[in-house]
């Protein structure tokens, strides 16, 4: 039976359940190779995981808030982790009836905060390591990811939004008489009631699209008109220099938002040239040849401290720190 209209089976949602409680607890150095040949055999099974790791990670904290409080959620016991080795089957039913709390939890009604309404000419930015979403006077929400940067010009015809550094994700409020537009490094994104990403990365500006439709006009060339490109609903646009590209966009490209990057083999530099923009404290690599290694899957860039050490498990490698600080993964 399909589970959420994702096209995952009930059966993978309890196999990664299981693969997450597993690798929670003490046999987990044992569990990793066999675990990373199940989550890379496919992507459902990535999607799977990811989703678990974050029901578990949002449920972990409802027993604190308002709502928790009023539905009368019983205290959190120890992590299980630390339950008796005996009781696994323990272990494993308390996570299955966790991330089934979160599900009914969050689909429940809920009065939390709006985000906090900004003028509508004030420049806005987020600090390193800060996720920060606030709404526009036109009632378009932003969402900053760390160390971004946005400059916002209303006016009685546009909506005009600059990004200057990071990456952003907006879900525009429909009005036909102003269109809403994000530039980035001469490149101009068209919108109206639509959800998507703008960022700067690497290899260029990357437009990601969820919902409606965009037109991504490039840079012009000498002479010439600038191209644009439409946008469909998960497609991501990339500008790289003399060759755009339009590709279907990551399962996990919506995850950010909620502190998750995913991986789909990417090489190991490229994945700690972005989670290195979350901390002061930085993960290098102790020899050059580490960079080529493929990473799959989604991890929390903070604590970067529980980070290098899941880097360094799934790739047999240690840990050291630098006289800065900073964490070293080594052979």
């Not at 409080?69 to 039913?93: I, K, N, T, V, Y």
């Not at 760390?146 to 006016?155: E, G, K, Y």
């Not at 990339?238 to 339009?246: E, I, N």
């Not at 502190?259 to 930085?282: C, E, H, I």
């Amino acid at each position: 039976m399909a589970s959420g209209g994702s096209g995952r089976t009930d059966t993978i949602d309890d196999q990664a359940a299981a693969w997450f409680a597993r690798m929670q607890g003490p046999d987990r150095d044992a569990a990793q190779l066999a675990f990373e040949r199940w989550r890379a055999a496919d992507p459902s099974h990535r999607a799977a995981y990811a989703e678990a790791e974050r029901q578990w990670q949002i449920t972990a904290g409802l027993a604190g808030t308002e709502m928790g409080r009023s539905r009368q959620l019983p205290e959190r016991s120890p992590p299980f982790w630390q339950l008796p080795a005996a009781r696994p089957g323990f272990a494993l039913a308390a996570i299955v009836l966790a991330l089934l709390a979160g599900f009914w939890l969050l689909r429940a009604p809920t009065r939390g905060p709006s985000p906090t309404l900004v003028a509508a000419d004030d420049p806005q930015a987020s600090r390193v390591g800060e996720i920060r979403t606030f709404k526009l006077a036109d009632g378009t929400t932003v969402t900053l990811d760390t160390d971004s940067a946005i400059d916002v010009r209303f006016s009685a015809g546009a909506r005009v939004v600059r990004l200057t550094r990071g990456r952003a994700r907006f879900d525009v409020f429909h009005d036909a008489s102003r269109p809403f537009r994000v530039e980035a490094a001469g490149r101009t994104v068209t919108a109206r009631g639509t959800l998507f990403d703008v960022g700067f990365e690497p290899e260029g500006v990357r437009v990601t699209l969820f919902r409606g439709a965009v037109d991504v006009r490039g840079l012009a060339p000498a002479g010439g008109v600038a191209p644009v490109t439409r946008l469909a609903p998960g497609e991501c646009f990339t500008d790289v220099p003399a060759r755009p590209r339009v590709a279907k966009a990551s399962i996990g490209a919506q995850q950010w938002v909620s502190g998750m990057l995913d991986f789909d083999a990417v090489p190991l530099g490229d994945v700690l040239q972005q989670t290195n923009r979350y901390s002061a404290l930085k993960i290098q690599l102790g020899d050059p040849a580490l960079a080529s290694l493929r990473v799959t899957g989604a991890f929390r860039p903070v604590p970067v401290e529980q980070l290098a050490a899941s880097l360094a498990a799934a790739f047999s490698l240690r840990v050291e720190r630098s006289s800065q600080g900073d964490f070293v993964l080594k052979r």
